[in-house]
């Protein structure tokens, strides 16, 4: 559910007002990237995801049948954690399985099993045994992958995607260092394991899958920010 302000246990100081924005953010809950949605106190330059700034008390996975998921605030106990569909660090809020161990980002947690906008449709899997467009690697952390089995990306690649052209923007608030650093979905995409496409069909069908795949890892999958993602293919391309 959507509410236009909240009051929130993390920032209780200010309330926070939902926006949309068209540039990166890193979230003040579970410390990472995003795009799109978010919940903003201006005043603070303080940002939630929405599944950040809502947080269900419990989830459940259909990756994970015995898992009971519980979200907390921080990390619990003192050895370092990390999400085990992204495989990248857990420094905030996080969903945790107290009996397996297991921990999932809010985000990660909310992936759509299904990503369809009527061209292409993507599966999301805990793996998959084929290559990723990105590493060239199998294995590693959740997958998407096309209907037509062409196309898989790992999350865990797609996040480190962003984050490396990201790295410069992320922690200033000048808008404009953003442009500069739109993801390096070229040479992504054109280059993998060493040879360059024979199709270039083929290789659009793929930044369209990857535009989509950005989508849902930053925490909003929407038409809005599936238009935002496709700039910077065209961009970059």
Known sequence: MKYTEISHFSHPQHKLKFENSEFPFK????????IGSRYKCTMCDFDLHMHCAIPAP????????????????????????????????????????????????PCCAKLPIVLNDGEIKLYL?????????????????????????????????????????????????????FHTRIPSLKNTLLIHNGRKSKSKIGWEMAGLALQFVISAVLGDPTTLIAGVIGSMISKAW
């Not at 979230?27 to 995003?34: A, H, L, N, S």
């Not at 420094?91 to 921990?103: E, L, M, S």
């Open 27 to 34: 979230c003040d809950g579970c410390k990472e990237v995003g």
């Open 58 to 105: 419990k989830i459940f996975h259909s990756f994970y049948t015995k898992c009971s998921f519980q979200f907390f605030s921080r990390p619990p106990g003192d050895k370092p954690r990390f999400c085990n569909a992204c495989e990248r660090d857990v420094t905030g809020f996080v969903y945790h399985c107290k009996d397996c161990g297991f921990d999932l980002h």
């Open 125 to 177: 899997y805990r793996k998959v045994s084929a290559s990723c467009l990105k590493c060239g690697r199998k294995g590693r952390s959740w997958t998407y992958r096309s209907s037509c089995k062409k196309y898989n990306l790992h999350v865990a690649c797609v996040k480190d995607m962003l984050m490396e052209n990201w790295q410069g923007y992320i922690g200033e608030k000048s808008a404009r260092k």
